[in-house]
């Protein structure tokens, strides 16, 4: 008999699972992208749906990337007691909820607008793809920043129907912020990798070289950020404050970490990155709504 917990105990599984809590990393990019294409609070019919339309891609992208790696996960000591390996959740259950996420996001594509219904077919595709990734290619980071920068790119659509510079480069400094950090988060897995086969960077070019490039797309970050100041006119002084304290979050992420110690790997890839995204989006609101 089951006890009242036990639906709590399996959503919060469910939850675990795909990471709900890294939703935190795109999100507030692309509500940062829905305020400046529309010059002020977009409506909140769009808002809700740009949110739903975010959860259920990256839910189901979640879920791919569990399915598909599940026996990676098993072998992996560092992630061997995922739910999946685990046999909390049963294969079927995670599929099932990979293609409900997927269907919710069309669906919420469909509601923005026709250009993101057009998009969604790709976009599952490409996220999904993510996924394989590694088994083919060292260039995996770079795909994982490219699917998160989307987010700010679609946000931008959903708001004006069209596509535009701003959201571009957004999307860019996104897609180099993802990058740099997720280049740190595997060098957890370099040993693992090497003997399983799996290409990454860290693989390829070693621990010390990784964390010298994860800099440099941190800057490249920056500058990017930088540029969407100069080309949003909703965009003040406000804004250059979120980018020093941008800077410091990064700068401090980066001390976390050296060579011979990376123990620190969780506070520098979820603590400080998320207390980045949430910076840049309340800060960028200011300007906008005191603009």
């Not at 739903?52 to 599940?70: E, F, K, Q, S």
């Not at 700010?152 to 129907?161: E, K, Q, R, S, Y």
């Not at 480069?169 to 912020?177: D, H, K, M, P, Q």
Request: glycine share 6%; aromatic share 12%; with cysteine.
């Amino acid at each position: 008999m089951q006890t009242q917990t036990d639906p709590q105990q399996r959503i919060r599984t469910f939850l675990e699972m795909v990471k709900f809590s890294h939703t935190i990393f795109a999100l507030p990019f692309a509500l940062m992208a829905a305020l400046l294409a529309a010059n002020g609070i977009p409506s909140l019919w769009k808002i809700f749906w740009i949110v739903i339309a975010m959860a259920g891609a990256r839910t189901g992208a979640m879920g791919a990337n569990r399915l598909l790696d599940a026996k990676l996960d098993a072998r992996n000591p560092r992630t061997k007691d995922r739910a999946l390996p685990a046999g909390l959740i049963e294969t079927q259950h995670a599929l099932g909820l990979t293609l409900a996420s997927y269907l919710v996001f069309i669906f919420a594509a469909a509601m923005l607008n026709s250009f993101c219904l057009h998009l969604a077919p790709y976009i599952i595709m490409i996220l999904t793809a993510y996924s394989l990734a590694k088994r083919y290619t060292k260039y995996t980071h770079y795909i994982l920043g490219f699917c998160l920068g989307l987010a700010p790119v679609g946000a931008w659509i959903a708001i004006t129907g069209s596509l535009a510079f701003t959201p571009l480069v957004l999307g860019f400094a996104v897609g180099c912020w993802v990058s740099g950090f997720d280049l740190l988060y595997s060098l957890q897995d370099i040993d693992f990798d090497q003997t399983e086969g799996l290409h990454s960077i860290p693989v390829t070019i070693g621990i010390e070289a990784t964390l010298t490039l994860a800099r440099k797309l941190h800057l490249g970050m920056l500058g990017a950020l930088f540029l969407v100041y100069l080309f949003s006119a909703s965009l003040g002084w406000f804004f250059l404050l979120a980018l020093l304290i941008v800077a410091a979050l990064l700068h401090y992420e980066h001390e976390l970490l050296s060579p011979t110690d990376l123990t620190k790997i969780d506070t520098a890839f979820f603590t400080v990155n998320g207390y980045i995204s949430i910076t840049i989006f309340v800060i960028a609101a200011l300007d906008v709504f005191t603009g």
